[in-house]
């Protein structure tokens, strides 16, 4: 597994081992031994999820507030997302700044992305299949989050103007200005 940084400190993409042969391929799309000596961080992950989603939905951007607090790794098993990661930790020195990365089920990478940062993704292909890890569990009275059109942080997501889906609980989420932090 290789490991490369972002512009974010510890927000990072992970490239697997991709064994071919004439059968097709095989990685280990997680182990968490590897993961923590190649990354230092814990990978006491404790949640599993999947979504399905079409072109040109976004969903996001999402997190969870104080003990609930979630970092993910997330990954693409059917077609290509844009995934971006924005850095929401009080007194961080890229607060407010965001990464966006391109995974796919063809290039296999994957994105951690810390607690302290809200989530969302962009649907670039037909359909996808999205699947994440989480180290805390699901939550729903911690739920926050940051409009995924909001004009400070500047998100290009690729979608051209009209063909966003966007779920009506996510429509109704603040501008980052109004996010609160705990
Ligand atoms: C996230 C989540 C949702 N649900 C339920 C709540 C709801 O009825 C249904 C759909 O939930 P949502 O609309 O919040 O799903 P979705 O918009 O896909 O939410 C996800 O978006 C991405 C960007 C993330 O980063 C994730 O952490 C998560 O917030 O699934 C769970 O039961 N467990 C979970 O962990």
Known sequence: MEITETGIK???????RVF???RGYFFESFNQQTFEDKTGLSGAFVQDNQSYSSYGVIRGLHAQTGA???AKLVRVTKG?????AVDVRPGSPTY???VAVRLSAENKLQLYIPRGFVHGFSVLSETVE????CDN?????????VIYNDTDLNIDWLIPAGMESISEK???LKPFAELQHG
């Open 80 to 84: 290509e997302v844009l995934d971006v």
């Open 68 to 70: 609930f607090a979630q």
């Open 130 to 133: 999205f699947l994440y890890k």
């Open 170 to 172: 996510d429509m109704l």
């Open 96 to 98: 407010g700044q965001h």
């Open 10 to 16: 510890d927000c990072l993409i992970l490239k697997p």
């Open 20 to 22: 071919d042969d004439a």
């Open 137 to 145: 569990f699901y939550n729903k009275a911690s739920e926050t989050g």
